[in-house]
């Protein structure tokens, strides 16, 4: 079974700051990975996925995020952190071929300071 | 992207009512939707997946009598939460995606119930 590690419950960083948010997967094979924003009271929105293909994806809002095989990871990143960042992220994994739906990691609350 | 509308957004009951949460794919044909529950501070625990037309599939632990799941067209599931007790209250959030088979496609998730018994 798939599972997923966000190891940081809770960064803080100031606003115009570069940010990484950690998430490891374990998986036997590529599995398809995903990135969730939630803000106090809300729903999960999508920041972007990897399927396949370049390990470098583009998401919304400015984020990116980098699929390492080696290190079963998949990072997420913004150069330059904005006031309204200030959320709980979620790092989701997905088998491929299952019409399961995702396991979720246990979230990374985002902190922006002034 | 796709919408998908979750209502209500907030609920109080009294502890032992019935409590009806629904789900609604307003763009598309959602074949497939699953409801998870959400602790403060923790992360969506996935508690079952609808196909529509048919029963759900729970996950291990999640009590089929007390959180009744209703997929009865491609736009509409409902989670009715019956005999609510104060160890209930939790927030809850269905998602929804197209398509259904063994083609993993992306889920659309709703904007979430929070839910209080007293």
């Known amino acids: 079974a798939q599972s997923v590690t966000q190891p940081d419950i809770h960064i803080t960083v100031s606003e115009g700051a570069s940010l990484e948010l950690r998430c490891n997967y374990s998986?036997?094979?590529?599995?398809?990975l995903f990135w969730y924003v939630q803000s106090p009271g809300q729903g999960l929105q999508l920041l972007l996925k990897?399927?396949?293909?370049?390990?470098l994806v583009q998401g919304i809002k400015g984020f990116e995020a980098e699929f390492k095989r080696s290190q079963s990871s998949f990072n997420l990143r913004k150069p330059s952190v904005h006031w309204s960042d200030a959320a709980e992220y979620f790092c989701?994994?997905?088998?491929?071929?299952?019409?399961?739906?995702?396991?979720f990691g246990s979230g990374t609350q985002l902190t922006v300071l002034p | 992207g796709a919408v998908v509308s979750q209502h209500p957004s907030r609920v109080i009951c009294k502890s032992g009512t019935s409590v009806k949460i629904e789900c609604r794919s307003l763009?598309?044909?959602?074949?497939?939707m699953f409801w998870y529950r959400q602790f403060p501070k923790q992360s969506l625990m996935l508690m079952a997946t609808?196909?529509?037309?048919?029963?759900?599939?729970?996950e291990q632990g999640v009590e089929k009598d007390k959180f009744l799941i209703n997929h009865a067209s491609l736009t509409l599931s409902t989670l009715t939460v019956t005999s609510a007790h104060p160890e209930d209250s939790s927030f809850y959030i269905c998602?929804?995606?197209?398509?259904?088979?063994?083609?993993?496609?992306?889920?659309?998730f709703g904007q979430g119930t929070r839910l209080t018994v007293v």
């Open positions: 609808s196909n529509e037309g048919s029963k759900a599939t729970y």
């Open positions: 763009d598309f044909q959602a074949t497939t």
């Open positions: 990897y399927f396949s293909g370049d390990t």
């Open positions: 989701a994994v997905g088998a491929p071929g299952s019409a399961r739906q995702l396991t």
């Open positions: 998986y036997g094979a590529t599995p398809y």
């Open positions: 998602s929804a995606k197209a398509g259904g088979g063994e083609v993993f496609g992306e889920a659309f």
